[in-house]
């Protein structure tokens, strides 16, 4: 079923997932839905692989950890912020490199200082080929890191490739 794309999230310069001038990163792009969730799509390369032609399980968890962790922002005005307290995965099938894949991921729980969410990783056929959940502690980003948005480009780039649905 196709879900609409209600506001698509910013990225970074140097995140590992989302920084779009990390040489290495996945330049994941993260969208809002309709539904409440929260879609991730990156494509893996040959340098974010474990086995020959498959993406190595730690990308696999980074990129659930942090797709799960701004699931709590769908739907929220103000920017929640979350520090992972424990994240858990399960590998399915082989996840493959050098094609778009998405990951699906919504909140599950919310209280005052912490919230929970789940998410998959799912293959182009809708396969489920990891997943995960997560608990997260919300704090200031004044008291993660030194962090100045203008410095780390923080900020939605538009691109003509941006879905305006997406195919869950």
């Known amino acids: 079923m196709k879900q609409h794309v209600k506001r698509k999230q910013p990225n970074s310069r140097s995140c590992l997932v989302c920084g779009l001038r990390n040489p290495f990163g996945l330049k994941a792009r993260f969208f809002e839905m309709d539904n409440g969730e929260l879609v991730c799509l990156f494509t893996p390369e040959a340098h974010h692989q474990g086995y020959p032609g498959r993406l190595h399980g730690g990308i696999a968890a980074a990129i659930l950890d942090e797709a799960i962790g701004r699931a709590v922002q769908v739907n929220r005005e103000d920017t929640v912020w979350g520090v992972t307290l424990e994240f858990t995965i399960q590998y399915k099938k082989p996840i493959p490199l050098d094609r778009e894949l998405k990951a699906v991921c919504r909140f599950t729980k919310e209280t005052g200082r912490s919230f929970e969410g ?49 195919e869950l």
């Open 118 to 166: 789940s998410g998959e990783i799912l293959l182009p056929d809708g396969t489920v080929a990891a997943s995960g959940q997560g608990r997260y502690l919300k704090l200031p980003i004044d008291k993660i890191a030194d962090f100045n948005p203008e410095e780390a480009d923080w900020q939605v780039v538009r691109d003509h490739q941006d879905p305006i649905e997406i």
